[in-house]
């Protein structure tokens, strides 16, 4: 078993340019979330979704867009992109929303 | 509103001596707490969780926490720090404030260990 999946593990964006990060989980997990890491600013939660069909803000949506697109996928998309989302994002599950977060290993998107 | 608050961005102690990370959260209904580890260019993995069901929590890696509801605090301590411990810590609280769980982070803690 994979666990959680994120596709690309690397990506170079120019401003302006939009792109769709991917993440796919094989553990049957309801809820799945989206946190972007900063240095000395911890894991932020972009979005959230309690379970398949529903998406809700986290603490800095602005300029992204989910998709829940099943109970295994849940995308994330940067319109037009910008050098303050230069960031490591970090893809998460739980089974449910009070335990164990299962992590995937990042994807670093820079942005020029 | 949810949240969580770790004192000390970096944390030095040396080998064998008591580590101690600070965490105090901010939660509306009953939290869930949870400690992380995360090892340089890996996602995170958990060391320990309080779920309610008793206030001493015991972790991998000798790690343990305390939940002192009248602090609200979430303490991690070890009482004998190894090199292999360095690494950053992230306190993590989840709670339905207002319907479903929302999972929020600290801002992390990087434990150094000095031979």
């Known amino acids: 078993n994979a666990g959680v999946t994120q596709t690309p593990k690397f990506q170079v964006l120019k401003t302006g340019q939009s792109m769709t990060l991917q993440c796919a989980q094989d553990m049957n997990h309801n809820s799945m979330y989206w946190y972007r890491q900063d240095p000395g600013m911890g894991l932020r939660l972009i979005y959230y979704?309690?379970?398949?069909?529903?998406?809700d803000k986290g603490e800095v949506p602005n300029g992204y867009n989910v998709s829940r697109l099943n109970k295994r996928e849940f995308s994330l998309r940067l319109e037009s992109a910008a050098p303050s989302q230069t960031s490591v994002y970090f893809c998460a599950t739980t089974l449910q929303g009070n335990t164990e977060a299962f992590f995937g290993q990042g994807t670093r998107l820079t942005v020029v | 509103a949810q949240s969580v608050t770790q004192l000390g961005s970096h944390v030095s102690v040396s080998e064998g001596a008591l580590v101690l990370l600070r965490c105090n959260y901010s939660?509306?209904?009953?939290?869930?707490l949870f400690w992380y580890v995360q090892y340089p260019n890996q996602g995170l993995q958990l060391l320990l969780k309080?779920?309610?069901?008793?206030?001493l929590v015991k972790g991998i890696n000798g790690f343990e926490a305390e939940f002192k509801k009248s602090e609200t605090s979430f303490h991690l301590t070890k009482p004998s720090a190894h090199m292999s411990d360095a690494a950053e810590y992230f306190c993590?609280?989840?709670?339905?404030?207002?319907?479903?769980?929302?999972?929020?982070f600290g801002t992390g803690t990087r434990l150094k260990v000095l031979a």
């Open positions: 993590a609280v989840s709670g339905r404030p207002s319907g479903t769980y929302k999972y929020i």
């Open positions: 979704s309690a379970s398949e069909g529903t998406t």
């Open positions: 309080y779920t309610s069901a008793a206030t």
């Open positions: 939660s509306s209904v009953p939290p869930y």
